[in-house]
């Protein structure tokens, strides 16, 4: 069974150390998506948030990004599966770790899991310890 990783990071503490052993998965870079982490009314929240994600989503940067993303995530997906590999990584980095990499992140577990209901998804956000 394919065990896919989804998480969050922030680019300030470096990236996720690669606790599989296979060395791979991708990262994206949330970064060009508008920082909702540069308004005060977002400071105590996350990406997991209605405000948050309501921003995000209506600022009209994110889907097309994640559109790219689900499209990938897609190919390899399948591809893994087919080929009777057990670990995919998928991470998703931003200033913080706390509004865009966690908004995306989520929403990337949650269309694997649609998609590909056989596949075990784990979601780890890595700067929790830190939110507000």
């Known amino acids: ?21 296979h060395g791979g998965g991708y990262v994206f870079d949330c970064r060009a998506i508008t920082n909702p982490g540069r308004f005060p009314e ?13 921003f995000l989503e209506r600022g009209g940067e ?13 190919f390899h997906v399948a591809r893994f599966v087919e080929r009777g590999f057990t670990s995919l990584t998928f991470s998703f980095g931003c200033t913080g770790g706390q509004h865009r990499s966690v908004y995306c992140a989520e929403q990337l577990a949650k269309h694997i899991t649609d998609i590909f209901p056989s596949v075990q998804v784990e979601i780890r956000h890595n700067e929790r310890e830190n939110w507000p």
Do not use: C
């Open 42 to 54: 977002f400071s105590q929240v996350t990406g997991k948030d209605a405000s948050v994600v309501d």
């Open 1 to 21: 069974m394919l065990h896919v990783l989804v998480q969050s990071f922030s680019f300030l503490k470096g990236y996720p150390a690669d606790e599989t052993g």
């Open 62 to 74: 994110v889907q097309p990004f994640l559109s790219h993303v689900f499209a990938l995530a897609d």
